[in-house]
């Protein structure tokens, strides 16, 4: 039985868009697809993904330079193709190419200042939302294991042993273009040097802002879906509620959910 003309054309369809992005042909895709013409859509796609890392990654575009750029986009369009048909959305791994790459051997901070700057894109991606006050109810009424915290989409954490975030903003723009300047970065190297662990919040841009480690830990904590009662048994020493304050007033959080407890099978 003869194959239906649309079944065919999509398996067409999804053979090239497998060799652009695998960069590699079997024999039957070499007798379907013009070696040239896979070449150049190939190209178009190197050159699209590395217009798109460096629209998300502006400092570390600026400190490697656009041919390692061509080369780190190739790498990652192997390792992690694209899977939205927003650009936008890609770029995630980037940390994890380059710390396998030979970049990584002289400048060992590339790699945290990619995670970085995937973290200030998506912070500037997302959009702050008011405290829910009421939820503020559960901690009086509900039993604390059951009560957890949810981070604002737009707050992220990291640390780094790398000067990073002194970096980042000593590339700022100056006049529309990224610079770097040695004032700036000794200027925040000073204000991050005891305190690496770091907060990434729009506020309306993105900013950076050193935290002290107990507060980097409790945040962590919140990240990996910990209740109030087991972030306190894992730091008792914590001040919750003056932090909570904090977190309310600099929008670091947006609510308290009760979850019921998982019951155990016997």
Known sequence: MPSHPESTLAKRQAELVSSIFAFKKTSNQADAFN????????????????????????????????????????????????????WADWGSDLHQVIRSSELIEEHPYLSDMAKLEWSVHCSARNHLVDFESDSLIHLSNQPLESVYLTLAE??????????????WYAHQPIEGELRFDPEVFQQQLNVFSNRPSLVIHSLPEPALMPIEDDEFTWLENIQKGLSVSELLDHQPEFDFATWLSKAIREQLITRLYYQEPHLTAL
């Open 35 to 86: 070696t040239k013409g896979l070449a150049i859509y190939r190209n178009n796609l190197v050159m699209t993904a590395t217009k798109a890392l460096s629209i998300s990654f502006p400092v570390l575009d600026a400190m490697v330079g656009s041919q390692a750029m061509v080369e780190l986009a190739r790498r990652l369009l192997h390792m992690t193709p694209p899977n939205t048909g927003d």
């Open 154 to 167: 737009p707050v992220f954490v990291m640390s780094s042993p790398h000067p990073v975030a002194a970096i």
